[in-house]
């Protein structure tokens, strides 16, 4: 591929990664301010039907996220291929994979779950079950929840591959992302493994994967526009 389109794309890929750190900071803090409860579905939802314009708050931010990633990952893989074009291939190919499943998970929770919202008018026991699939948690229950996570560990197989190439460079920042990108693709699938098996402390994985994400986005970001 032409030299110069892959600088393109790495400089794009670059940018991405700022908006993407700049979101993330930004939905971070929504969700300390503004936490949903951690308990049952019954009590989500009545946190949420009492509020429901924070499903956009929540959840609109991450999936901006997600989106980003698309020229993230082309940016990484552009950066990658001279030098490892295996391993550039399967990172675009795994990473990519992530964001339709982010998408659809996030989307629907301002989308069709607003919708729920709407629908229940005192009625909350008939829309609990619907609820309990279509709202967003760690819940076994929650079919977005798996469909997110599921999407997450696919974008650590992403990470994991990025990360292989990555640390083979001679640079010491090249090495560094390579690292933050390999710890995140581990505690996405142990994050995964905790959510499939029901494992409570497993699970916590995936909440400090995001904060591990962010500081290898950073580093992609400082990588990519250097």
């Given at each position: 591929m032409n030299l110069s389109i892959l600088r393109d794309l790495e400089q794009a890929g670059g940018m991405a990664a700022v908006a993407a750190v700049v979101l993330t900071v930004v939905w971070l803090a929504t969700m300390v301010r503004t936490p949903p409860p951690e308990g049952e579905a019954s009590e989500r939802l009545a946190f949420?039907?009492?509020?429901?314009?924070?499903?956009?708050?929540?959840?609109?931010?991450?999936m901006f996220i997600a989106v980003a990633y698309v020229p993230i990952w082309l940016g990484l893989a552009a950066?990658?291929?001279?030098?490892?074009?295996?391993?550039?291939?399967?990172?675009?190919?795994?990473?990519l994979l992530y964001v339709p499943f982010a998408l659809i998970g996030y989307s629907l929770q301002f989308t069709a779950v607003r919708?729920?919202?709407?629908?229940?008018?005192?009625?909350?026991?008939?829309?609990?079950p619907v609820w309990r699939v279509l709202s967003f948690s760690n819940a076994p229950e929650s079919a977005t929840g798996w469909l997110v996570v599921l999407g997450y560990a696919i974008w650590g197989i992403g990470a994991a591959f990025a990360a292989a190439a990555l640390v083979d460079g001679s640079g010491g920042l090249e090495v560094a992302t390579g690292i933050a990108l390999a710890v995140t693709a581990l505690l996405t699938w142990l994050g995964a493994?905790?959510?499939?098996?029901?494992?409570?402390?497993?699970?916590?994985?995936?909440?400090?994967?995001?904060?591990t994400s962010a500081v290898a986005t950073g580093l992609i970001a400082a990588l990519l526009l250097g």
């Open positions: 949420y039907a009492g509020r429901p314009d924070l499903l956009r708050v929540h959840f609109l931010p991450a950066s990658i291929a001279p030098s490892h074009g295996l391993l550039a291939s399967l990172t675009l190919a795994f990473g919708g729920v919202l709407e629908s229940i008018s005192g009625d909350e026991d008939r829309w609990l493994i905790g959510v499939v098996g029901r494992n409570p402390r497993l699970k916590w994985a995936v909440l400090v994967s995001g904060v």
